[in-house]
């Protein structure tokens, strides 16, 4: 994986500035407390390295490498700590997790597997329980066959517990509630993390990247490097039903202003390959309701089945929103494969990642789709020699990468804390 001039320049430019990076980071983190944990997927075009997605309830910890997983339990045992200090709450002995309910989704229960298994290596008693009418105990059986129980919840007062009798200290939700939260984790005396209040039933990808580009371009200012490399162009178009052909012509008027832009800083920055946009569901997740378009034409050809899946997002929800946003191209190919980087933390802590590749698809693709394959990436794997003059241990994609990941991460710090502070 050859390091590209643009990498090889942010890195540079990282280390040069390293001590006024570190304190732009601590200040930032210090007003918007990071999520309690997140993953980011992200997209390298050479010219660009930018995220597509942040993730607040992520499912993949059986992802992470095992050299990575084995620092898991430090970090989130320090990250805990940390929230407790932060509420002036104790530090919990019990954890309980309410994850997603697919029971059938062995490699989403893999997930629970390790991460349930990090929690009880930092020290902490974990139990699985689903909100669920259903009054069933489930014994599952993951992808490579590794067993996990889940129980039920019952709510007693302002405390949550489980049909087993457990009674949490603190709860820890791996459920993005996309059709709303329930109503039993209102009112609750127990903590929970993260915030049920931005699932993606009330959370929008454009009021994140909102966040990102001006916290972003505020970074990149610091250090030198030109905020274009490293933001994203992103468009909200509200009250649109592609079934009903409502809001479509301000999705086709919207996607062609942003055309002409895109031409317009391509042509400035000599990039030679045409501009392609991503529609997606402004709330949404798992890969649904996103068409990659290269021509305005293909918004006013969409057959019937397009206009299907781009009205449907996860657990059947509809699609009222939609997000036009910049495509951005991947230069990361394994195996032969198109990939892409996704890295996971732990509060401003990176834990590690993984490389999703697709045999189905091309650089330009939405790859969290049919055809998908994932890869262990250890940060160790990332580390590149640079170009003579610069320090060859310097773990250059890591550098990128995770700093990238840091700067999505901190963008939904705010998200966070604007959502916190209005329920107040």
């Not at 209102?186 to 915030?195: A, C, E, I, K, S």
Request: glycine share 6%; with cysteine.
């Amino acid at each position: 994986m050859a390091t590209s001039q643009l990498k090889t320049k942010f890195t540079s430019q990282l280390f040069k500035h390293r001590n006024e990076v570190q304190e732009w980071f601590g200040r930032k983190f210090a007003e918007y407390p990071p999520p309690f944990y997140c993953s980011v997927d992200i997209r390298d075009s050479g010219e660009k390295i930018a995220p597509v997605d942040c993730n607040l309830f992520p499912a993949g910890f059986n992802n992470i490498c095992e050299v990575d997983r084995e620092v898991s339990p430090r970090l989130f045992k320090d990250q805990i700590t940390k929230l407790a200090a932060l509420h002036s709450i104790s530090i919990p002995e019990k954890i309980l997790i309410i994850p997603e309910n697919h029971t059938e989704n062995k490699f989403y229960l893999e997930n629970l597997y390790y991460l349930r298994t990090i929690l009880e290596e930092a020290g902490f008693e974990v139990e699985l329980a689903r909100h669920s009418d259903d009054q069933t105990n489930y014994d599952l059986t993951s992808a490579s066959e590794k067993t996990i129980k889940e129980y039920f919840i019952i709510r007693e007062g302002n405390q949550l517990k489980t049909s087993s009798g457990f009674s949490p200290d603190w709860i820890i939700l791996n459920n993005d509630f996309s059709q709303g939260f329930p109503e039993f984790l209102v009112g609750l005396t127990q903590p929970v993390f993260p915030t049920f209040k931005l699932g993606w039933h009330t959370r929008k990808k454009s009021t994140h990247f909102e966040h990102y580009n001006a916290l972003t371009t505020e970074f990149c200012n610091l250090i030198g490097l030109e905020p274009w490399h490293c933001t994203i162009e992103s468009v909200p178009v509200a009250h649109v039903n592609f079934n009903e052909g409502t809001g479509i012509d301000r999705v086709i008027e919207t996607a062609d202003a942003l055309f002409k832009k895109l031409q317009a800083e391509y042509d400035l920055h000599g990039v030679t390959r045409k501009p392609a946009l991503f529609i997606k569901n402004d709330a949404g997740t798992y890969g649904m309701g996103i068409m990659v378009i290269e021509s305005i034409e293909e918004l006013k050809t969409m057959n019937r089945r397009t206009k299907n899946k781009m009205s449907m997002g996860k657990n059947k929800s509809s699609i009222d929103q939609v997000l036009v946003q910049e495509g951005i191209p991947t230069t990361l190919t394994v195996d032969g494969l198109t990939s892409e980087p996704v890295i996971y933390m732990m509060g401003q802590a990176l834990i590690g990642g993984f490389i999703r590749s697709n045999s189905e698809r091309n650089d330009m693709d939405n790859l969290n789709s049919q055809g998908m394959l994932f890869k262990k990436l250890c940060f160790k794997d990332l580390s590149e020699s640079l170009e003579s003059g610069v320090r060859k241990e310097v773990p250059t994609l890591e550098a990128v990468y995770g700093t990238i990941a840091k700067l999505s991460a901190l963008a939904a710090a705010i998200e966070i804390k604007n959502a916190e502070g209005k329920s107040k």
